[in-house]
């Protein structure tokens, strides 16, 4: 069947994609270049669809989500691809779709930002009954990234992100929140803040989608295909190149942010996909970083109390394998307040202790390893010499959280 890939009212390319596997077969005409995703690559020939078709399918939810094959049971639909279909491609992350050619349609009256859609789909996926002969499949949750399960719902007319957490310890929720209340704290970059709430027990989070009718993330997995990196560039270096070529402005502000925060939270799942920038998709101007997301990750979240040992280094993404060293990319820490964090500790355990997934020896360990985490980083900070107080070195100084 042919559709129009769109970039919200403006045609991009014409294509042929399969009724069933919903691949891409071919390039049928190409309407606007400039307006391609950024990082996809397409020649004059049209045959050159590897590209596109890796962009296209990495809009379907992840063969890794958790409860997926279940839920497509349900769903009757044999694989995640073909629910793209079923939502024309539409997402509430960004404006691109696929207008039946045969059939046209308007975005405005069929784009998940100013219409409502079905919960079906979020239903399915976070395991709830449904009827299943009569299921709705025009949903954003056919679009949506990540591992986790998850779904959108309009919120008091806003539109929000709510998101579960992995077993045992369904901490990712609680750790979004406390990821939340240190960056509030450090009042430094913009970021995703998040919400706790409860279902049967459970701990969901919650967060206001940061992309509007105007405006489009890109994650960094994209930035990166913009150029080849050299052999000699590090990822860090390739990452802000790609990012200083397309005029994406502030962004080793918010990367080094990024590198101190997940320090902190000791974040091991930062991978290309959990972080990106922003740019308006009228004028294809870059508006900065995206504000940070996605830090559920982190504090030992899958973990028993005895293995958490703030001190002991832990494995980090994307440009280096553990934080020790990818800190060191952040560079001057000397943005940090770290007045600002005494008593994380505490607020930490008022979020944490809300939870009958964690206990009081968890609770304890883990409010104490971002208490150390935070000590680390200034400890590492005084080494850069960038506080001198009255010539007193960081072991002499009482280090008060
Ligand atoms: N507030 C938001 N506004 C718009 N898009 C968002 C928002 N939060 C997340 N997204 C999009 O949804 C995707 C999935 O969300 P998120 O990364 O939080 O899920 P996850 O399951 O924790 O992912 P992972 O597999 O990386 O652990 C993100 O990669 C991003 O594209
Ligand atoms: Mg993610």
Redo the contacts with the bound molecule.
């Keep these: 069947m042919i559709y129009t890939l769109m970039s919200k009212n403006t045609p991009v390319l014409d294509l042929e994609i399969h009724g069933e596997t919903a691949s891409i077969l071919k390039i049928v005409e190409i309407h606007n270049k400039k307006h391609l995703p950024v990082g996809v690559r397409i020649s004059e020939k049209k045959t050159d669809i590897s590209s596109l078709n890796k962009w296209w399918q990495g809009r379907s939810i992840p063969a890794s989500r958790y409860g997926i094959r279940d839920a497509l049971e349900i769903m009757q639909v044999p694989y995640t691809e073909q629910l793209l279909l079923k939502c024309f491609g539409l997402s509430?992350?960004d404006q691109y779709w696929i207008n039946p050619k045969s059939n046209p349609m308007e975005w405005n009256k069929v784009n998940f930002f100013e219409n409502t859609f079905s919960d079906d789909v979020g239903n399915v996926l976070f395991g709830q009954e449904v009827q299943s002969e009569d299921l709705d499949l025009m949903s954003p949750d056919n679009t949506?990234?990540?591992?986790?399960k998850?779904k959108w719902k309009i919120i008091d007319g806003k539109l929000c992100?709510i998101?579960a957490g992995s077993n045992p310890f369904n901490q990712e929720p609680l750790n979004e929140v406390v990821a939340s209340a240190i960056q509030r704290r450090l009042k430094k970059e913009p970021y995703?803040s998040y919400a706790l709430v409860w279902e049967n027990n459970y701990p969901y989070s919650v967060?206001?989608?940061?992309?509007n009718t105007d405006t489009e993330?890109v994650?960094a997995w994209n930035i990166c295909q913009t150029e080849k990196k050299p052999n000699h560039v590090s990822p860090y270096n390739h990452y802000l190149s790609c990012c200083e070529h397309l005029g994406i402005p502030n962004i080793k502000e918010s990367i080094d942010y990024m590198l101190a925060v997940d320090f902190i939270i000791a974040n091991s799942?930062r991978?290309y996909?959990?972080f990106g920038a922003v740019r308006d998709v009228n004028t294809l101007e870059w508006t900065g970083a995206a504000p940070l997301?996605?830090c559920?990750?982190s504090m030992w979240h899958d973990q028993l109390v005895q293995n958490i040992k703030p001190h002991k280094d832990v494995p980090s993404k994307p440009f280096k394998s553990y934080h020790s060293e990818q800190i060191k990319l952040a560079g001057s820490l000397e943005w940090i307040d770290f007045s600002a964090l005494h008593g994380i500790d505490e607020e930490c355990k008022e979020i944490l202790k809300a939870s009958a997934y964690i206990d009081t020896a968890r609770c304890d360990a883990l409010c104490y390893g971002i208490r150390k985490r935070i000590e680390l980083l200034q400890s590492l900070m005084m080494k850069q010499g960038v506080i001198n107080v009255n010539g007193k070195t960081h072991q002499e100084m009482n280090l008060k959280m």
């Design positions: 509430l992350s949506s990234d990540g591992w986790l998850k992100l998101k995703t967060c206001e989608n940061f992309i993330l994650s799942d991978h996909s959990n997301f996605d559920g990750t």
